[in-house]
């Protein structure tokens, strides 16, 4: 069932990014171009608290042009507790009459954590910039970025006993701005050069576990999915380019992302040391 959800989930985010192909004239008749990359397996990354493993990316694109373009790719992630993807090559870009560029990868790994840290949090994060360009205001260029995530709880420890074999779905919680934005130029404009945009998806795993019943257990391991979508879309007269220049995927253990206390809280704690102090003095 979690296979077929993905499935039209996927479907739908390509079908979005499509979908606004559909305001394009007549005289975009070089078609579709198809280009879809066989998928990549990279190498894990361990941290010292959580491990990521059997990471997979499989990345297409569709585009106007006739030309042979790139397949968008995140790149072998370093670092530890968070992935950091920084051989990235994600951008896509149309220019002229009927001109349109979407690029798409699935993401997938499996993320582990032991028993005496356990997962909490997955979050994901990304930014980037695009520009836009019309040399007429009649021209109405845009981008767009998407992301969609699953995430399945696959192993959890309770009270120190590993119970595998679940299957427990937790949806992504989107960031303000990272829901499918589509930008254009405001009225007026002819030019945005060069701006950043930027987005988070956060997973929340404790708040699933507790929410399915479990007590006195922790995730000790998870399979995340993410689909990340961006579109360019440019018509007669006009430029559109947007890119991906940093990408983060961070697992927050139970322990990492405790509360850390409030100052107003500390402040008390020492005061209340420093008179019992000044006590345990005068009593000498």
Do not use: H
Not at 160 to 167: D, E, K, N, Y
């Amino acid at each position: 069932m979690r296979s077929r959800n993905f499935l039209f989930a996927r479907w739908a985010c390509a079908f979005i990014a499509l979908a606004a192909l559909s305001s394009l004239t007549a005289s975009a008749s070089a078609g579709i171009t198809t280009i879809t990359g066989t998928t990549i397996s990279y190498s894990n990354v361990s941290g010292a608290s959580v491990d990521y493993t059997d990471i997979k990316e499989t990345p297409q694109r569709w585009t106007s042009s006739s030309t042979a373009a790139s397949i968008p790719v995140f790149g072998q992630p370093s670092g530890g507790d968070a992935l950091t993807f920084n051989k990235l090559s994600f951008s896509v870009s149309a220019s002229g009459s009927g001109s349109f560029d979407v690029a798409d990868s699935k993401l997938s790994m499996t993320v582990s954590a032991d028993a005496a840290d356990g997962l909490a949090k997955l979050v994901f994060s990304e930014f980037g910039d695009y520009s836009l360009v019309r040399a007429v205001s009649a021209s109405s260029p845009s981008v767009s970025y998407a992301a969609t995530g699953w995430v399945t709880i696959t192993e959890i420890s309770v009270n120190g006993t590993a119970v595998s074999g679940l299957g427990i779905s937790v949806a992504g919680t989107s960031g303000l701005t990272f829901s499918q934005e589509n930008i254009t130029l405001a009225t007026g404009d002819n030019m945005d050069i060069g701006k950043s945009w930027s987005g988070t998806l956060s997973f929340d795993l404790a708040g699933a576990l507790a929410a399915a019943g479990y007590k006195n257990a922790v995730v000790t391991e998870a399979e995340l999915v993410l689909d990340n979508t961006l579109s360019a879309i440019a018509d007669e007269y006009s430029v559109a380019y947007i890119a991906k220049k940093g990408v983060t995927l961070s697992g927050l253990t139970v322990n990492s992302s405790q509360n850390v206390p409030e100052p107003l809280t500390s402040a008390a704690i020492l005061l209340s040391l420093v008179a019992f102090g000044a006590y345990a003095q005068r009593r000498k």
